[in-house]
């Protein structure tokens, strides 16, 4: 008699976006350690239960010989189509596994009776992600005593390249001995909202000169080993992550930095909501949704780095903060023993389950914003509409505030006093507006 469960893989093979394929490493890497397993192509399995990673077979309609749990990469925003079509393909004993507590949220509007959705974070290596001492290797590209702030990412609009450089921009102003670390590719196909295509780079190249900051900007590549990652992130003494990708479920950006104990200036948006919840770690800038897009308050982030850079204790203590948090949430003790809970929470109810044939019905929730106002160019793909009402629930919800009164463009912008149309200078939401002639008066007070 076998003693622990067998576990059917599918939609496990190598995944092209790279953070998804460290998600499926760490995956495979548990059950290896926790369970028996096969990989599964077909529907000719007889295991306890599956573990479905990206594969769309295994949402179509099916009997209920065992549960299935599928995995959720951000899709509670930008599959939301899929979700309606599809979930009422599952059973109530099937599983969901989210790793923000935005997609819990989104998906329990989604159902009304819905399959279990269970939270796990992902974990961080701590054998390549921890805090460095010795910088000797990087002296030649970053003097010992120059301040680094630090942006890792895919360099594509959502990732906001250009809010960072408008920050650092603004910072350079008061810390002379301030440099910037970049490390990332750009990414000119990107498949959601790419406006802006392969002008993107001249887009950053422009803005670098417009800035002066040529000197001041040292760039990597993201085919760095994962050690020499580790080395940047603790080398920098702040990292600022101003993303507004509208499926940034989890991040991995923001605990592999805590692990080198180096704090975060973050969106508080998606998984960066989690993440950036503790104290005194980082700061976390609220964000919002427009008729014409995701909103960051980069103001309060920039900021929140001034405060950082000008104070070397809270710089000090917030990295000691980072770390012991790191160490206990995202280890990968942490999330084996939390996929092994789930996989065996999912098998026994599935077991005891009285009603194993009741499927998920849909609840009534609005998935698609039905006005007629649209601001941004036309898209063949998904349109901001389309997923609004869904974003919102990743967002902080909050937008200014209220006792200042302060209020700013969300980015540069063209007004067109003929036309009367102002254009957003925004790569990520280049928004067109219609303007009345007493707009135009209080718009001039910005130029």
């Known amino acids: 008699m076998r003693d622990r469960l067998r576990v059917g893989l599918a939609g496990f093979s190598e995944h092209p976006w790279r953070s998804v394929d460290k998600t499926r490493r760490f995956f495979l890497n548990a059950i290896e350690k926790k369970f028996e397993y096969e990989f599964v192509d077909s529907s000719d399995f007889s295991g306890d239960v599956l573990l479905n990673f990206s594969s769309s077979k295994w949402w179509q309609s099916r ?8 995995c959720i990469h951000g899709g509670a925003t930008i599959d939301v189509e899929f979700l309606k079509k599809n979930l009422t393909n599952l059973y109530r004993t099937d599983g969901l596994i989210v790793n923000c507590h935005s997609d819990v949220e989104l998906l329990n509007l989604y159902t009304d009776e819905s399959p279990i ?3 796990l974070q992902l974990p961080v290596d701590h054998s390549i992600f921890y805090r460095r001492h010795d910088y000797t290797q990087i002296d030649d590209i970053i003097h010992p005593d120059e301040l ?16 960072f450089l408008e920050s650092f921009y603004c910072l350079k102003r008061q810390f002379k001995k301030l440099k910037a670390v970049v490390v990332g590719n750009y990414w000119l196909d990107y498949p959601l909202f790419n406006w802006e295509g392969t002008q993107y780079p001249n887009y950053i190249q422009n803005l670098i000169n417009q800035y002066q900051l040529v000197n001041d900007l040292k760039y990597f590549t993201s085919t760095l080993s994962s050690s020499d990652l580790a080395l940047l992130m603790s080398r920098c003494d702040i990292i600022m992550h101003p993303t507004l990708s509208v499926d940034e479920n989890f991040g991995y950006v923001v605990p592999e930095a805590m692990a080198c104990g180096t704090p975060v200036i973050g969106s508080a948006y998606g998984g960066l909501k989690d993440t950036l919840a503790e104290e ?11 008729d014409s897009g995701l909103r960051v308050d980069l103001a309060s982030g920039t900021y929140a780095c001034q405060k ?12 000691q903060n980072a770390m012991k948090l790191s160490s206990i949430h995202y280890s990968l003790n942490a999330f084996q023993n939390k996929l092994s809970a789930i996989i065996n929470e999912t098998v026994a109810r599935h077991k005891r389950s009285e009603n194993k044939d009741t499927k998920v019905s849909l609840g009534d929730f609005l998935i698609k914003n039905n006005t007629d106002v649209n601001y ?8 901001w509409n389309d997923i609004s009402n869904s974003v919102y629930y990743y967002t902080s919800k909050s937008t200014y505030n209220q006792e200042k009164h302060l209020v700013y463009p969300s980015s540069p912008f063209h007004l067109n006093q003929v036309s009367k149309q102002l254009k957003m200078n925004n790569p990520m939401w280049p928004a067109t507006f219609d303007v009345s002639s007493e707009e135009i008066k209080i718009l001039d007070t910005f130029s």
């Open 117 to 119: 959705v269970s939270l």
């Open 308 to 319: 950082y850079l000008s104070d070397h204790d809270i710089r000090k203590n917030h990295s």
């Open 148 to 163: 680094v702030i630090g942006f890792f990412a895919r360099l594509l609009p959502q990732k906001n390249l250009h809010g």
């Open 280 to 290: 005194n770690v980082g700061f976390a800038m609220p964000t919002w949704i427009s």
């Open 376 to 383: 941004l160019p036309d898209t063949d793909g998904i349109s």
């Open 63 to 70: 009997e209920n010989d065992f549960p299935v749990i599928h």
